[in-house]
């Protein structure tokens, strides 16, 4: 939340400082922006791999007949 | 043997500096005469257990020899994979074959899925006390 002190603060800056200020923030909202669009998140759950759970049970029931 | 086995949540911080709890399972992998104590993630929405690739040379897999024809999904869809089957206990309860997909990907965490994980054990998540508890599923 912005206080009332820090906007009184900013409309007390001259001309050339508020241009500044508005110049410092949209570079840093486009910095923050780019990380994000270029950031990869890394989910390994194997969430729908019906193919792979096949084999695998294969396997183990091959597994339980060697064993039985 | 103990019947149930209870573990906390641990607190694993991302790449990002986020904190986060996470159902980190401690576990003992046999096979072939090597063990390995390490933990791994419980993920219930995986459809297959993954075995990460340093450490199925680790416990002495051969990836050669592997089962082939594994495809996974996700951020792993692009590595190969192989089945490959190993012992594992949890705490006190007795050891059980687990199976897995042994993927040639590197960073990927231990996962503990579906198949055959949570058709071995029943798992119960008790995240607003910060602990999960783990019982063999031959228990009634």
Known sequence: MISEHLIEELRQLNRVEKLRVIQMLANQIAEEETILANTEYEVWSPYDAPGAAAILTEMLEEDRRRNE | MSDVASFPYVAVKNPRGEMALRPLLPV????????????????????????????????????????????????????????????????????????????????????FGQVNFFAEFDVCFLRARSIFEIRPKSLP
């Open chain 2, 28 to 111: 003992t992998l046999a096979y072939g005469g090597t063990t390995v104590e390490t933990t791994g993630l419980l993920d219930t929405g995986a459809d297959v257990n993954v075995l990460p690739y340093h450490l199925g040379i680790t416990l002495g897999g051969n990836w050669e020899t592997a089962r082939t024809g594994l495809q996974l999904s996700g951020n792993l869809a692009r590595y190969e994979a192989r089945g490959i089957l190993i012992s594992c206990t949890v705490g006190q309860l007795a050891p059980v074959q687990l199976a897995f997909a042994w993927t040639q990907a590197e960073n990927v965490p231990l996962l």
